[in-house]
C-alpha cells in the first residue's frame, strides 16, 4: 500500500509501480513491483551466486562496522552520510583478495592487505592534507601497541584552513584495532579473528591551540588501553585528525563542519 508524504509525494507501491528514497540521495525514486520472492533467493538452486555474494557483502559490512566502532567517539563529527558504503566497499575489496576459500566464504583479511585502507577518508568532503598543511611524521613501536602524531612549530594562520569563525583547534591521534574476519560454519556468520582485541582503540587529543598565534612543536601519543599487544589476524589503524572550535568566554563549541580524519597507516 503506497503511503502520502506530502501533496504528491509517497512512498509504497502503487499498482505495479513502487515509489522509495535512496539514502544519500535527493529526491523520489520509482519501479516496477516484480523479481523473486525472499525463499526464491535463499533457497533456489538459481540464486546460489547471489547468496554467495549476499554472505560476502554481510561480512564486509560487518568488518567496516567494526573500523567505525572502534573511532566512535569521533565518528559523528567525522563523517560523510555514505560513509557506511564506502567502508563496506573497501573491506570487499579486501575480501575479494583472498584466494584459500570458497566463494561465498571468502575471508576478509585485512592484515594481508592494509594497502586498501591507507589514506582512507571518514569524510570524503574534507581531505586532511587539504586542511592541516603543516610538517608532521608519524611513527609506532615494534609491537604496534603505542604511536605519536608528532607536529613541528607552525604558524596556523598561513597552513591550516579553517571554516569562518572558528578560533581554536585540536589535533587528534589515535590507534585503533581491526581483525581479520572469516566464516563461522557452527554460527554460520563471520566472525573476528581475534574477537578480544577487535574495536580496541585509543583516541588522544591535543590541547586547544589558537588559530591566530604560533603553535610549539606538538607530539600526542596513543597507546592501546590495558597492556594489549596486537596479533597476527589484527590490523592497528592510526589516524590522524583535527577539530575546530570557537571560543566563547571560557568555553570552546565544536564546530560542525571542517574537521576531517584520515587513516594515515595501517599496520
Request: charged share 20%; hydrophobic share 35%; proline share 4%.
Amino acid at each position: 500500500m503506497a503511503r502520502q508524504k506530502g501533496v504528491i509525494k509517497y512512498v509504497g507501491t502503487l499498482g505495479d509501480i513502487r515509489h522509495f528514497k535512496i539514502k544519500g540521495q535527493e529526491g523520489y525514486f520509482a519501479g516496477m513491483v516484480g523479481g523473486p520472492t525472499g525463499d526464491q533467493v535463499l533457497t533456489a538452486p538459481e540464486f546460489e551466486r547471489t547468496r554467495e555474494n549476499m554472505n560476502e557483502f554481510g561480512a564486509s559490512a560487518k568488518a567496516g562496522k567494526s573500523v567505525r566502532t572502534g573511532l566512535s567517539q569521533v565518528m559523528k563529527q567525522m563523517s560523510d552520510s555514505q560513509l557506511t558504503g564506502r567502508l563496506t566497499s573497501v573491506m570487499k575489496k579486501i575480501n575479494l583478495e583472498d584466494q584459500t576459500e570458497a566463494r561465498g566464504y571468502r575471508k576478509i583479511e585485512i592484515s594481508t592487505q592494509r594497502r586498501y585502507l591507507k589514506g582512507f577518508e571518514f569524510d570524503k568532503n574534507a581531505s586532511f592534507n587539504g586542511i592541516f598543511n603543516a610538517p608532521y611524521l608519524l611513527n609506532h613501536t615494534v609491537d604496534r601497541a603505542s604511536g605519536e602524531f608528532v607536529v613541528d612549530a607552525f604558524n596556523p594562520a598561513n597552513l591550516v584552513n579553517a571554516p569562518s569563525g572558528a578560533t581554536h583547534f585540536r589535533l587528534i591521534s589515535s590507534l585503533s584495532v581491526v581483525s581479520d574476519f572469516e566464516y563461522n560454519a557452527t554460527t554460520n556468520s563471520y566472525d573476528p579473528m581475534d574477537a578480544a582485541l577487535n574495536e580496541v582503540s585509543d583516541i588522544q587529543y591535543s590541547g586547544f591551540l589558537d588559530l591566530y598565534d604560533a603553535v610549539p612543536s606538538t607530539t600526542i601519543s596513543a597507546t592501546l588501553p590495558g597492556g594489549v599487544l596486537p596479533t597476527v589476524n589484527t590490523t592497528v589503524l592510526q589516524c590522524i585528525g583535527i577539530e575546530f572550535y570557537q571560543k566563547v568566554g571560557p568555553n570552546y563549541y565544536l564546530f560542525a563542519s571542517g574537521n576531517c580524519l584520515k587513516v594515515e597507516d595501517a599496520f
